[in-house]
């Protein structure tokens, strides 16, 4: 059974079609790449995955559970987490604030109980506290963890959300163009960072990125979509020698 299924997603607004009849899988463990031109329907088919849209044809399934009426957040507690095309962080707090937030779907201490700092509320803060120390350690964030995210530079805010999407402790790992805007060491470090979340922690990551070698050099399979239609997919090496891909993608003639 496949971690992920999309089965037929259809999405519409109002007489626009953005994706129509989109259908893959996603294999747990791997890293499966989502690329095509501007406005092919990349990040609306994850919206889709996520539950930010929600499509009016299709289902989503989760290790075999059809997720699609769910909420965001509902999915959330099913082990989805996500970073976006552009950074969704509290810019006025500070990084280990920031992470500690997205520790929220694990917060086990009720209202009551948590007024009270001693006992359980002060057990899962140190708990999550840890956790969260152990992804600014991963992610090679130490030095910034008591800054505040707006003044940092853009390629360490997009290592900050990185990070937050990890402190939900993702089995799925939606990344929303990680590496647009980063110069050439940057983007070396971030796919540096996806390599190591996938193969040390075991976390299944799809991803949308226009970087081609990136893409081809770190994804196990790829989906090629074009004009919200799938037009190929496959390994790196099937896509690369696709006729179509070339044609529409790669601006080679086919």
């Known amino acids: 059974m496949p971690q992920l299924e999309v089965k037929d997603i259809t999405l519409r607004f109002g007489g626009v079609t953005a994706i129509k009849g989109i259908s893959f899988t996603v294999e747990q463990g791997t890293i499966h790449a ?11 088919m994850l919206n889709c995955i996520s539950g930010v849209y929600r ?4 289902r989503i399934a989760l290790n075999g559970q059809d997720v699609t009426p769910l909420s965001p957040y509902a999915r959330t507690g099913l082990g989805l987490a996500r970073t976006f095309q552009n950074i969704a962080l509290f810019k006025g707090m500070t990084v280990l604030d920031n992470l500690l937030i997205g520790r929220h779907t694990h917060q086990k201490t009720g209202l009551l109980a948590g007024g009270f700092y001693y006992g359980s509320g002060q057990k899962e803060e ?3 506290r840890e956790y969260v120390e152990d992804i600014i350690d991963f992610l090679e964030i130490e030095s910034i963890r008591k800054k505040t995210v ?6 360490l805010q997009k290592r900050v959300e990185l990070a937050r999407a ?7 790992l939606l990344l929303d163009e990680p590496m647009a805007g980063m110069n050439a060491e940057e983007k070396e470090d971030m796919a540096r960072f996806v390599l190591d979340i996938n193969e040390d922690r075991g976390t299944t990551i799809i991803m949308i990125e226009h970087d081609m070698g990136v893409v081809m050099d770190i994804s196990n399979r790829v989906v090629v979509l074009n ?9 790196p090496n ?3 020698r696709d006729s179509q891909v070339q044609k529409a993608y790669l601006g080679q003639e086919a």
């Open 126 to 128: 140190v708990a999550h």
């Open 55 to 58: 499509p009016q044809e299709g």
């Open 166 to 172: 990890l402190a939900l402790e993702p089995k799925i």
């Open 150 to 155: 707006g003044t940092l530079a853009y390629g």
């Open 227 to 235: 004009f919200g239609q799938k037009i190929a997919d496959g390994t």
């Open 34 to 44: 989502i690329i095509g031109p501007n406005g092919a329907g990349k990040t609306s």
């Open 238 to 240: 099937e896509v690369q």
